[in-house]
């Protein structure tokens, strides 16, 4: 399984590396699949069919063994928060455990993507999954576009699948609908079944429940990726939903569409950033800062935002990030903009496991930066056994601070937050709370 042991290498070990002790640098996201189709942005029609990739080949049972032994190694060796919650022998023991149950059973890609999604998930690092952005077009056909989407979006509320819209005109569904089962699975059992496989740091559960809810932003929601893995389906593409009123209802279901990965997405809309004005507000949406590959000058469109509600003399801004689990630091320009004198920035210490990754690991890892591969004089000592304290540039030192940038946005600012913030978004909302600069509302982060 090659392509799936690329995309985990590259979650585990950059992701992990340069993220999970420090929130500072921040893998390739989770991000936004591509808005296509005319239902709604990142869906298709049941009718209509994904592009058809060849099938990948059944993996052999020496081809498991020698991926999950690299896998094995690889988080071993330099996954920094693998000590954290789970330790180094149960990660053993957990990929052992996976590695033997595929062996002994006829094995499918979407087994071997499940089990990954069970071994990661234990080890509690919100950077660390089977990411599909990473998977090759193969895979993606194999788990990612035969799975079936629910065609409403809903949150988990208290335990309970709650509607918050539909996402096509002929489904009978209201908001606040509470449903009790789909496809004959009860929902109180399909979210027992799903936990396990939900990425988050440590005991975020509040995330894990974010995440495994579906909403309409066309963001890769892990429900429609894993039930069809998890719990019976209908084949032919209907959803049967059973509703806590006694109403049975069958709908059409709807067919993810692949994500575009960062670099593809280039422009704001993709990115899920918008600036809207109603009667002196303004309302500024960014879904996603995983902009490492990307060639869009964000800057300079939000430069021209901020601009724009200086020009027109909004009296207010919401800033929504609700949706956003970080990436690179777009929040230092928004505060730039918001300030009229230095921000002193918290200094997080961030700590990796290696200073140079081994030869023998080299060629099955993926990174947007090679520079990961080794952090030369970077990597410098540290208290931490088996660590060290990760040093490329002012950031991480004492002293560091956001200047102002052009004309200051005066008005009052609100931040909403979720807690599906997490990484850059996180550390944006504590600076926006320390130095005071506007309010945040909405959930715990």
């Known amino acids: 399984m090659p392509g799936l042991l690329r995309g985990m290498a590259r979650t585990a070990v950059i992701a992990g590396t340069a993220t999970a002790a420090s929130n500072r640098v921040s ?29 990948p080949a059944p993996p052999t049972v020496a081809a498991i063994k020698r991926d999950f032994a690299i896998l094995s190694e690889a988080y071993d060796r330099l996954h920094p928060g693998l000590d954290r919650y789970t330790g180094r022998d149960r990660f053993r023991d957990l990929v052992q455990s996976e590695s033997v149950r595929l062996v002994n059973s006829p094995a499918t890609v979407r087994d071997q993507f499940l089990s990954l999604a069970r071994i990661t998930a234990a080890v ?6 089977p990411n599909p952005a990473n998977q090759s077009k193969a895979t993606l056909a194999q788990v990612v576009d035969t799975s079936v989407a629910v065609p409403f979006t809903f949150r988990w509320i208290e335990g309970r699948m709650v509607v918050t819209s539909t996402l096509r005109p002929d489904v009978p569904l209201r908001r606040g609908d509470i449903i009790t089962a789909v496809d004959g699975v009860a929902t109180t059992i399909l979210l027992r079944r799903l936990m396990p496989l939900a990425r988050a740091d440590g005991s975020n559960d509040a995330k894990r429940l974010a995440l495994l809810g579906v909403d309409d932003q066309g963001s890769p929601n892990p429900f429609d990726i894993y039930r069809p893995l998890i719990a019976a389906h209908d084949p032919a593409r209907r959803i049967l939903v059973s509703l806590v009123d006694g109403r049975t209802l069958d709908m059409p279901s709807l067919v993810r569409l692949p994500r575009a990965r960062g670099a593809d997405r280039n422009d704001a809309q993709s ?7 109603s009667e002196g507000i303004g309302t500024l949406r960014m879904d996603n800062w995983g902009l490492y590959d990307s060639t869009w000058d964000w800057k300079a469109w939000l430069d021209a935002a901020f601009d724009r509600l200086i020009e027109e003399k909004i009296q207010g801004l919401v800033i929504d990030i609700r949706a956003n689990e970080g990436g690179i630091d777009c929040g230092d320009a928004v505060l730039a903009r918001l300030i009229d004198r230095p921000l002193p920035q918290a200094v997080m210490e961030r700590h990796v496991r290696y200073k140079k990754i081994p030869d023998a690991l080299r060629p099955v890892l993926d990174t947007w930066d090679r520079s990961f591969d080794d952090w030369g004089d970077a990597a410098q000592r540290s208290s931490r056994e088996g660590m060290y304290r990760l040093v490329r540039g002012d950031f991480d030192l004492p002293g560091a601070k956001i200047e102002p940038v052009g004309k200051r946005f005066t008005g009052k600012v609100a931040v909403l937050v979720g807690p599906t913030c997490s990484s850059a978004t996180f550390q944006f909302a504590e600076t926006v709370k320390r130095s005071g600069v506007a309010v945040l509302v909405g959930e715990p982060t």
């Open 27 to 55: 893998r390739r996201q989770a991000e936004r699949w591509a808005e296509q189709g005319q239902v709604q942005p990142g869906y298709l029609e049941p009718t209509q069919a994904a592009p058809a990739a060849p099938a």
């Open 124 to 129: 509690r690092c919100g950077h660390t999954y």
């Open 271 to 277: 990115n899920g950033w918008s600036l809207a004005l």
